[in-house]
Every structure is written in structure tokens, then in C-alpha cells.
């Protein structure tokens, strides 16, 4: 149980275009999602928290214009890299953790997607 | 804020022998616990968990004990295989203000193992 799939796994796009990666649970609601970028040998970093059916929030430093994330569903959150430039060529996870009991808090375990691999040239 | 540092890497040992990877944290309240594994061009994948003060968490043959009086959550297996060469990672889930639910990772270690 617990898993969280990512479409697609690698893309490579011109510089200007615009990328979407999807992130969805397979076999659980997920009331939160999280997305994160790692840069190579390098940790995780959060940019962004985002609830079904309200709008995302992201850390310091993030451009949220830039990075736009949209959670309509208990299964699916989306990254879309706006005008895409060689810099943000990197590797992106997504996470997503379910409510629990009644309270419908999220759980404290996140479940990670296999990452996509994102490279603009 | 809330913070995560791991024993530099790499790390790289033989078949059967022992590994701990250090592991320490700073956080405000009471922070859950983990360790994360990511195997070659995989994501992450929950290997262990810790929610309160002195819980044990293992799983693969893998054991980590929430110490809060030292602040840590070393990671420790008693015999390493081939397979457990991957990047570990520590994190911490915050437990209240603007880092509940979020979690802060350290930097990662990398795990090699030869036979």
C-alpha cells in the first residue's frame, strides 16, 4: 500500500516551454502533497505544501509564479515548470500523506514518488 | 529553525560488516523521526520511523532509537549486504508553527558496499 506514482519520469524540453509533472496516489487519499527538488548528491528541498482543494504554500525563496501547483483532487497534485530555463533542470519528488481517524489530520509519514527527472536544453 | 545533520559520506564497507550512520537534529516541540533510502534513480523510500522519545524503529534488519537527550537518531545494521548500497537520509517531521507537517532532511549519506 502507500504508493505514490509520477508522470513522466524524465522530459527534456527547450528553454521557454512549459513542463507538467503529475503526482498522484495510487491507493490512498492523499489530503496533503508535497514537492520537493534534489539537486545532484544533494538533499531534498521542500518548495512547496499544497491541501486538496486550496492553494499552495510555498517556501521562502520559491517562485510561486513560476512553479505552479494545483491539488484538485485527493489523488492528483501537478507541477508546472512555467517558461522553463537551464536552470531549473533538476530532479523533482513529489510526497503525499493521507488524513487519519476522524480529525482527517495528515498522518506523519509521507510517501514518496520515484522522482522526475526534469532537463531543459 | 528546524535542522538535520547526518555523518558526511561516503561510506563504503565490506559485505557483513557493521554500519551506523550518525545522525543529530535541532527542532523545536517533538519531532517525528525518519530514515529514508534512495536506491539508484528511485525515489525515497520509508525505511524506519521514530514518533516519540526512546521508540525503536527497524525494519530490513536496519534500527534507529529516538534519543531526545542527545538530540540524535543514529542508523545502525549489524550486517551490511551488497543490495543496502544506496543513499540514506535523515529527517525530521516538525511538530508545531510553521514546520508542522514539513519535513527537514539532512544532507544525505551515500552507502557503499562491496562484496
Known amino acids: 500500500g502507500a504508493v505514490v506514482s509520477q508522470h513522466p519520469s524524465r522530459v527534456i524540453c527547450k528553454s521557454g516551454t512549459s513542463v507538467k509533472i503529475e503526482c498522484r496516489s495510487l491507493?490512498?487519499?492523499?489530503?496533503?502533497m508535497f514537492w520537493y527538488r534534489q539537486f545532484p548528491k544533494q538533499s531534498l528541498m521542500l518548495m512547496a505544501t499544497s491541501n486538496e482543494g486550496s492553494k499552495a504554500t510555498y517556501e521562502q525563496g520559491v517562485e510561486k509564479d513560476k512553479f505552479l501547483i494545483n491539488h484538485a483532487s485527493l489523488t492528483l497534485s501537478t507541477l508546472t515548470v512555467t517558461s522553463a530555463h537551464p536552470e531549473d533542470s533538476s530532479f523533482y519528488i513529489c510526497?503525499?500523506?493521507?488524513?487519519?481517524?476522524?480529525?482527517?489530520?495528515?498522518?506523519?509519514?509521507?510517501?514518496f514518488g520515484p522522482g522526475t527527472r526534469l532537463t531543459v536544453l | 529553525g528546524n535542522s538535520v545533520t547526518q555523518m558526511e559520506g561516503p561510506v563504503t564497507l565490506s559485505e557483513e560488516a557493521f554500519l551506523t550512520i550518525n545522525c543529530t537534529y535541532t527542532?523545536?516541540?517533538?519531532?517525528?523521526l525518519f530514515w529514508y533510502v534512495q536506491y539508484p534513480g528511485e525515489g525515497l523510500q520509508l525505511l524506519l520511523k521514530a514518533t516519540k522519545a526512546d521508540d525503536k524503529g527497524s525494519n530490513k534488519g536496519f534500527e534507529a532509537t529516538y534519543r531526545k537527550e542527545t538530540t540524535s537518531f543514529h542508523l545502525e545494521k549489524g550486517s551490511v549486504q551488497v543490495s543496502d548500497s544506496a543513499v540514506y537520509f535523515c529527517a525530521l517531521r516538525g511538530a508545531g508553527g510553521t514546520s508542522y507537517g514539513k519535513l527537514t532532511f539532512g544532507q544525505g549519506t551515500i552507502l557503499t558496499v562491496h562484496p
Open positions: 527542532a523545536t516541540g517533538y519531532p517525528s
Open positions: 491507493d490512498f487519499q492523499a489530503t496533503t
Open positions: 510526497s503525499a500523506s493521507a488524513a487519519s481517524g476522524l480529525a482527517g489530520a495528515p498522518t506523519d509519514t509521507q510517501y
